[in-house]
């Protein structure tokens, strides 16, 4: 078993590479690389993606490694391989980000990623631990319950057009979605590999997953 | 609903805990990782590392220690100290932390923040302003330790880093730092007011109410402390319930 953690140069990933390796060995999962290698990525189970920073400067990073994301998009959306995307990873799946300027999204769950609407006294980035309302159930949530806390940072945000994509959000001067999922597909607004023994519980359950 | 965060800050020097941390059984208590480990287990909120003797020749020993306590503590990690340039940032960030602090190097030159967020994201830049009163409502920058005067308005200060794409500020009163005697509440509420990113507060808690004040009063988002919390007086649960009993709203582990 094969967990590719896709670097493409979006931020650091010594934490998630570290905290996905420490649930990999309790669960059995196997090896976890962290790997830029469309090879390794379209041999790998299981399908990870970080990102930290602005949308189109991520998008277009993902972009520059040639073949990376069609191995990413042919193992998600033809071979049907668990995908886990995170932050700005999980922001990627929308169909339209508005941060900065118009820019396509992967389009596997429908919406828009728009600036988090200001508010008097609201600070954005929206920083720091929030509890989860959970919407619905899924195995990857399995042992999360809504209350619980995870941590976030981020000034931009996930609106998903259908809300049977929406798996948990949390408030923050309105609903912010926290979890998004359908089909083979999750992601998580928030850090899992910072959101202490919450997002280690979360990782587990990703790796055991049988979409 | 978001909570106030509780953030014990270690300063480093050389590689170590300066002071000490006095942990029931922590048994090097010189030790950050282990320190680290202790508030991870703790419930705090957040860390942060403050490498209070950087010089270009000890940097490698701090890239270290953040990355020890990455692999360890799955939990967000600040880092300060001798900070110049986006070169540095990402460095820090490589090596493990989650957001790295200018100081300094930003009172020198504004714009190194704006590289830094536009390389970076504004999620990962903390600005550091090191503040006295020099007069009824009004407070100046300080560098070096609180030792040099900038004639730097602390206030405007912190709306033009937050322009130039900090994502959150962290104000240490120089005039309270090492007092116990509680945050400057004026100057905190004046910059938490000022602009519209996250402010930590910082410098001269010395009891629970002192947190509290913080956030009623000085309107922050979040409270670092150091040696009530180091020395043992009072624990991150002691100090997350005395504050969710005064009504703000605390993560309780």
Known sequence: MLTALVDYDSGNLHSAEKAFQRMAAE???????VTSDPEVVARADRIVLPGDGAFPACRQALDGFGGLFEAIEEGVRVKGKPFLGICVGMQMLTSWGREFRDTAGFDWIGGEVVAIPPAPGLKVPHMGWNDLVIDRAHPVLDGLATGDHAYFVHSYHFRVDDPAHLLAHVDYGG??????????????????EKSQALGLRLIANFLRWKP | MLKTRIIPC??????????????????????????ARAYDAAGADELCFLDIHATHENRGTMFDLVTRTAEQCFMPLTVGGGVRSHHDVRALLLAGADKVSFNSAAVANPDVVAEAADRFGSQCIVVAIDAKTVAPGRWEIFTHGG????GIDAVDFARTVTAKGAGEILLTSMDRDGTKAGFNLPLTRAIADAVDIPVIASGGVGTLDHLVEGVTEGHASAVLAASIFHFGTHTIGEAKA???????????T
């Open chain 1, 27 to 33: 669960t059995g999962a196997g090896e976890i690389r």
């Open chain 1, 175 to 192: 609903p912010i979605t926290a979890i998004v999922g359908r089909d083979n597909i999750v992601g998580t607004q928030f850090h899992p």
């Open chain 2, 10 to 35: 270690l300063d480093v020097a050389d590689g170590r805990v300066v002071k000490g941390v006095n942990f029931v059984n922590l048994i090097d208590a010189g030790d950050p990782v282990a320190a």
């Open chain 2, 147 to 150: 030792r040099k005067p900038t």
């Open chain 2, 242 to 252: 005395h504050m969710a009993a005064a009504g703000i709203p605390m993560r309780m």
